[in-house]
Every structure is written in C-alpha cells, then in structure tokens.
C-alpha cells in the first residue's frame, strides 16, 4: 500500500468507525488476527479489537468528535495525533464521569495498517 492509501485509509477509519459507527472498514480492511496493543482492546484481535474499543469510548463519551491533529507515514508504517473531545457521560476505564466536556489527546502508531497498532497510553485528559 502507498503512503497515499495508507493515509487514506487510517482518516476513513476515523471518520466511518469512530464518528459514524460504521465498522464495515474495519471488517474490510484487518486482519482477523490484527493485534491492537492498545489496553481499550479488550484483549480482542481484529475487526473485534477496535469495535470493543469504539463501544467502550462512545459509551462514556457518548457525542465524541475525533480530530486528525497530525500525521506522519512512511511505508506501511505510521502515527496519528488525535484530539477528542466530548462529554463525559460514564465512568471510563476508572476514571470517573466529570461534569463538562473532556478534550483527550493520544497517539497511535501503526505496522501495517490493518495488522498491528499501539496507542501511547499517553492520553491526557482535561476539562474544557
């Protein structure tokens, strides 16, 4: 795959999967056995992987809008900055529900788009 599809193929991911809950990319384009190192994960590989982890997100932040801040692709590899911002509804992943809206911004990169990614776990989250 080019830099180009590459690139086309993560803002597709986020546009469809994470704004509209559309998870036929997702089925479409990883493996059955994508690892996703991310702990949102569930443990889950695949298509099952990131579908976990929507739910779990959209769950708590029901009205989440994620923005592509930067990106960067050489090859099949590549990283995203994304800023989130949404209101916080239900605890997530141990923190609990603030008042307001939240702005979370995280990183991910990835080896073969549709075969392995990993997230920094290094999200910071703050009222807005």
């Not at 599809?5 to 493996?31: P, W």
């Not at 801040?69 to 209101?87: H, L, N, P, Q, Y």
Request: glycine share 10%.
């Amino acid at each position: 795959m080019s830099v180009e599809e590459n690139n086309a193929l993560i803002r597709e991911i986020y546009d469809k999967v994470f704004g509209q809950g559309d998870f036929s990319v997702a089925e479409r384009v990883m493996a059955a056995d994508a690892v996703d190192h991310d702990p949102m994960s569930g443990g889950h590989r695949g298509p099952e992987a990131l579908k976990f982890a929507v739910e779990l997100i959209k769950g708590s932040f029901p009205d989440l809008v994620m923005t592509i801040e930067d990106e960067i692709f050489e090859g099949d590899k590549g990283m995203v900055r994304v800023t989130a911002t949404g209101s916080h509804q239900g605890d997530f992943m141990g923190a609990r529900r603030l008042v307001g809206a939240s702005r979370l911004v995280s990183s991910t990169s990835f080896a073969s788009v549709a075969a392995r990614s990993w997230s920094t776990g290094a999200t910071s989250r703050r009222c807005l």
